[in-house]
Structure formats: C-alpha cells, structure tokens
C-alpha cells in the first residue's frame, strides 16, 4: 500500500473518530431519555442549542470560554428540567404518539424562537484550542488540538455518565425507576425526581455537544446547527439499540468512521445518504438496534 | 311518508325552475347557460341523494360520491367568481390537503407517524418536472399518476423497514429521510436541477372553451389560474373520494385493529407488515400527489421548498385539524392555504418588526405552538372537538 493511501486512510479514520464522538454523545443523551421515560426526544438538539445561545451569547461579555461553556451546561440543566416538569409531565401514559407530536412541536418552537431573537446569521463562538492540524514531519497529521480536545471531552463524559450510573446511589435509583418505577416508589424513590433528573442530565450531555459543534471554527452557532448531528445521532442510538448505552456510543463512533471514508472517497452528499442506508438495513435485521436485549413484550 | 315525497319533489322542482330562470337571465351566451345548468342539475341531485335517509343508508359509496359531487360543484363555481390571488392560495391548500389526507390515514388508520412528508412531496414534485422536461405533451393526468407511483415506490423502499418498527422509530426514520432529502437531490443535480430546481417546460394553460365562458375582458393569467385550480379541486375530491372509501372498507377496518391493538389484529389474520406497508405507501403516494400539484400550480419545483420545516407543519396541520378525520384534512389545508395572509395581516397590524427575525420566524412558533397545545388540550384536534361539543349536546336534549 503506498503511503498516500495509508495516510488518507489515516486521516479519514482520525476525523471518523472526532465527528464518531459527537454522535456518540447525541445518541447518549437519546439513550438516557429513551431508557428513563420512554420517548424518543426530538427536540434532544434544538434544547441543548437554545441553552448554548443562552450561555454563549448572552453572558458573552469578556469572559473566557470554560466560564461561558459552564454557564451554557447549566442553562442546558435548567432547560431541560423544565421542560420535564412543564411539559413532558403530561405526557406519561398517554399513547406513544403524542409525546413524539408535543417534542416535535417544541423543536420548531425552539429553532424559531432563538432565530426570532438571536437572528439566523451563524455565530462564531471563542474556541479554546486551534482547529489547525498538527504537522509531522512536514506532513499534515489530521488531527487538530481542537479534535483532541473533543474527542476528550467526549471521554471524560462517557465516563462519568457510566460512573454515576454504575458506582453511585443516585445511580442506582435512576436506573431502579426507570426499571420498575412502581416498586421503587414503594421502596422510597422519588420516582418523579429521578425522571426529571434524567432529562436533566441528558439535556447536559447535549448542551455538552452544542458547545463542542458550535465552537467548532468551520460550523458556528445558528439555530438549526444541531439538526443533522441530531439526525445522525438519532441513526446511531437506534442502530446501536435505543436502551443501549454501549450500544449507542459504539454506534455512533463507528457511524463517524464509516460516513468520514464515504465523504471520503465518494462524496458530501452520500453521507447522510449512506448513514440513511445504514439505518432501513440495520433496522430491517434488527428492528430494535444491534445492541439491545430482546424484550418480551407484554400483551 | 307519500306527502313528504311530494313535498320534497316540489321543492326540487322549484329549485330547477328558479335556478333556470336565473341562469336564462344571467347568462350571456349558451355555453355559460349550458354549464350553469349541468352545475344547477349536479348540485340537485347531490343534495337531494344526501338528504334521502334510505340511499344514505343503503348506498355509501353512492352517498360518499354525492357529497364529493357537491362539493365539487360548490366550490368550481365558487372559483369562478374568485381573484386570481384567491384561486391560487385555493389550489396550494387543496393540494396541501390531500397531503394531509395521506399523513391523516398513515397514523389514523395504522398509528404510525412519519416526518418525511415533505420528501415525498419533493419526490412528487420533480417527478413530474423532470417528466415534464422529457416528454412535453404527456396529458396532466397522466404525469400525476405518475407522480403518485413514484412516490409510493420510494414509500414502500422505506417503508420495508417499517413492517418490524414499533413506537418512534418510524418516526425518527423518515426524519433522517427528510434531513437526507436536499442530499439526495443534490447528488442527482443533473436530473433534478439541484437547488435551483427545475421549470416547467410550458405552463399548464386553459382550453379555448374555458376562455369562452369567462368572456374577452378575462387575461390569460386568470384563466390559467381557474383552470389549474380547478384542476386541483377536481384531483383533491377524487382522493377524498378515495379515501372515504378506503377508510370504510375492509382494509381501512384492518388498519385500525393494528392502530388500537396489533396483538389482537394478528390473531384476527390480519398481516401486520401487509397493513403497515400499504398503509405507508398511501400516505407517501398522497403526498407525491400532493407535490406534484405544487409543481404544477407554481410552474416550476423548488427543492428547498420541502425541507423537513414543512414536513413537521404538515403534522401540525393534521394534528390541529384532527388525526385520521377527512373534514380535519380539509381544515387544516385551509389553514394552510390562509396562514401566511393572516400571518402577516397580524405582523402588520400588531406593529411587530415586520422586517425583523420574528415576522420570519412566527409561522414555524405559532405551527409548534399550536401542536403542542392541541396534543396536550385536544388530542383528536379541531374536528374531535366539535364531534365531542355534538355527543355533548345531543346528551343534553335527549335527557
């Protein structure tokens, strides 16, 4: 194999991985929803983009960019506990149509929203680290301080997600009332609680993906930025199984790798083609995604 | 129940004989008194088989068809009378609905959602101007079915899937499918046109006899207006029609079985992936349809056009107007079809910026709005409401 080949492989797998990471993240966060209350939340990009606006764009006044991406993770909280509490709320119980309808609605509400304010001209945010690739020996290496940043950032999130769940109380609780939400509430968990603390912490993740994709210098903060990560994040969580953590992370950063050789080597436009292939064959297999246990279902 | 009969066919003959009267009066040559007259006997006999209790039980598809009829006959004399602005806003709902119809039975009838609406109305759409573009003097008719099979085809590849998926993965789906869709355009751009879409090769123009009933004072544009109005209303009452029949019939009995309980529906030897599958195809035929009467009403396709923002105020428009009724589809087209006048009637009254970001932005707030306040207040929609309001006050006389 000659050594431009390797190097583009190099590289594709490289940029695979950085872009893999974002969906992974997106598909978490539609895991963490999905496992606690049982929808699928569509507006899991417009949330986390209304809550960036609101950390970077408000407070954007001379203060660096760790401060504004913690007070963006905190909007993030804040927005989507109340959106737990305001509107999701009613919806539990009810046939599985309306909370796909109500979430979709208050998608557009959001993107229209922050645009009616915020206008639709992208914002370029304060990135922390360089988007420009390192060299090695005179050879440009595809990987940027501001990939490796991401890429460690996803990290260290997947991590401590993994970590509240499996090693802590409230960890426990969480995946108790999202099991059998009847006898954890006998057994004194606020079960009520740990679903909005599960919107709550899955609307963080986002928020955590909104910063990283709109203090990306090449993409910028507009109103619609998250609705194809979102696409794609969504391809990837149901690929990989909508009650799967692993499932989705796994997913999400093989979907990057694969759909990064197909812009590649074909071109732009196959990518969300491709990934849309990926999906209708991987559902055809296995309609309820290649990680998930097989459940009984109850007639 | 004889002197009823009388009276009824009294009243039918007064009818005739006033509305002859008027048309003789009217009319300014014998073309126009012929149309009027066939319009005047055509509303007749609707209204007179609606109003017969015994055909209406004894022949639904024969009333279904009268209704269809009326309606018709209303509203193309209404187009008549219409500005060219209001004939088109018409045409734009008319096709919206049956858009709606389609996406009304998909989750209606099978209760399954689909966000890619939009899509099928773009596949619609340059079906019929890539066809048109190759072979000009194919008739209207002809394209438009062609549009519909082209869009059931792509219906049924994504809706192969479809015949396993349970709860929101259908949805999520045929979103990706619209976020997919100006890709998937832009990778055919020499066939498609790419954003820029493709033109008409020649307008769809009235026939000479048209122009004959409207007089010399009439442009060229009015006329073409009518007609491709006409047109439309003509195609939407034949998918009502349609419709009506399908939701009546065994199949669309079938189809709510599997909305309500898929178990039961299996047990009962109805074929769950056959039901789902036709299900789906019929809706992404209807919104093919649907695009391509856009194409044809606007001469040209814009692929930007149907993006998945249009997909999702299409379900608002289904949800607002009621989830699986036919008057919800028609509802919500005429929603559709007055939204935008309204909507900057009140950005130009209330004094709000009308250039600023928020005049842009209110039709996709108050859509969404809308949706979620009808999903929480008024699951079945404008049309569940006023049936509930009826059950109510039929209650209320009877006790």
């Not at chain 1, 606690?36 to 209304?50: D, E, H, K």
């Not at chain 1, 660096?64 to 963006?72: C, K, Y």
């Not at chain 2, 096709?95 to 709606?100: C, K």
């Not at chain 2, 047109?231 to 309500?260: E, K, P, Q």
Request: charged share 10%; aromatic share 8%.
């Amino acid at each position: 194999m000659d050594a431009f080949l390797t190097s583009r492989i190099i590289s594709d797998v490289l940029e695979g991985l950085t872009n893999g990471v974002i969906y992974g993240l997106v598909a978490l966060s539609l895991v963490l929803i999905w496992r606690s209350t049982g929808i699928l939340n569509f507006a899991q990009g417009a949330m986390p983009m209304f809550a960036t606006y609101i950390g970077m764009v408000v407070f954007a006044h001379k203060l660096n960019f760790w401060f504004l991406a913690a007070i963006a993770i905190v909007a993030g909280f804040a927005v989507g506990g109340i959106t737990e509490r305001v509107l999701v709320r009613h919806l539990y119980g009810k046939p599985e149509l309306n909370p796909i309808v109500v979430m979709v609605g208050f998608l557009i509400v959001l993107e229209g929203v922050a645009a009616a304010i915020w206008s639709t001209t992208p914002r370029g945010l304060p990135s922390p680290f360089s988007p420009i690739d390192w060299h090695l020996g005179g050879q440009p290496f595809a990987l940027s301080p501001f990939a490796v940043y991401e890429i460690v950032t996803a990290l260290i999130v997947m991590t401590l997600v993994a970590c509240l769940f499996r090693f802590t109380k409230l960890g426990l609780q969480l995946r108790a009332s999202a099991i059998a939400p009847e006898v954890s509430r006998l057994l004194g968990v606020r079960v009520g609680r740990m679903l909005t603390l599960g919107w709550i912490l899955a609307t963080g993740v986002g928020t955590i993906v909104a910063v990283l994709v709109s203090s990306n210098f090449f993409t910028g903060l507009t109103p619609q930025v998250m609705d194809g990560i979102f696409a794609f994040g969504f391809i990837a969580a149901a690929v990989g199984g909508l009650d799967s953590p692993v499932g989705a992370i796994v997913a999400g950063v093989s979907m990057g790798i694969i759909l990064q050789f197909v812009g590649d080597f074909l071109n732009s436009n196959a990518i969300i083609v491709t990934a849309l292939i990926i999906l209708i064959i991987s559902l055809m297999i296995r309609p309820n995604g290649l990680f998930a246990k097989s459940t009984a279902r109850r007639v | 129940m004889r002197r009823l009969t009388d009276k009824r066919l009294a009243l039918t003959a007064t009818c005739l004989i006033v509305g002859v009267i008027i048309i003789a009066l009217s009319a300014t040559t014998v073309r126009v008194g012929a149309v009027l007259a066939l319009m005047l006997v055509v509303g007749i006999a609707g209204i007179s088989t609606v109003t017969t209790k015994r055909l209406r039980k004894a022949h639904p598809v024969l009333t279904r068809a009268a209704v269809t009829l009326l309606v018709l006959d209303a509203s193309l004399f209404a187009t008549y009378f219409f500005s060219s602005i209001t004939n088109f806003n018409l045409a734009i709902g008319a096709a919206m609905s049956i858009v709606l119809l389609g996406l009304s039975f998909l989750t209606g009838a099978s209760g399954q959602i689909s966000l890619g609406n939009s899509a099928f109305m773009g596949v619609g759409a340059l079906a019929v101007a890539i066809w048109a573009n190759h072979h000009a003097s194919t008739p209207i008719f002809v394209t438009l079915i062609i549009a519909i099979a082209s869009g059931a085809v792509v219906g049924l590849l994504l809706g192969l899937p479809a015949t396993r998926l349970r709860g929101p993965y259908l949805a999520g789906m045929t979103l990706a499918f619209a976020v997919a869709f100006p890709s998937i355009v832009n990778s055919f751009s020499s066939w498609t046109g790419g954003d820029a879409g493709l033109q008409l090769p020649t307008a769809v123009s009235a026939p000479r006899w048209l122009s004959s009933i409207f007089g010399s004072h009439a442009s060229l544009l009015t006329l073409n207006t009518v007609w491709i109005t006409d047109i439309t209303i003509v195609v939407t009452g034949v998918a009502f029609f349609f419709m009506a029949n399908l939701f009546a019939s065994r199949t669309g009995r079938a189809m709510r079985l599997v909305r309500d309980n898929d178990v039961a529906a299996e047990l009962a030897g109805v074929s769950l992936p056959r039901a789902r599958v036709i299900a789906f195809m019929v809706s992404s035929g209807y919104a093919a349809l649907g695009g391509a009467l856009w194409t044809l009403i606007n001469n040209s396709v814009s692929p930007p056009t149907y993006s998945l923002a249009l997909s999702i105020t299409i379900l608002s428009l289904v949800v607002i107007g009621g989830i699986g009724t036919l008057p919800g589809a028609l509802i919500g087209g005429v929603i559709y079809a007055y939204s935008t006048n309204v909507i900057s009637w009140f950005t130009a009254h209330t004094g709000i910026n009308s250039q600023g970001n928020l005049a842009s932005q209110l039709p996709g707030i108050i859509f969404g709005g809308l949706l979620i306040v009808t999903m929480l207040f008024a699951p079945m929609g404008i049309v569940g409401a006023a049936r509930r309001l009826w059950a109510k006050r039929r209650l209320r006389t009877v006790a």
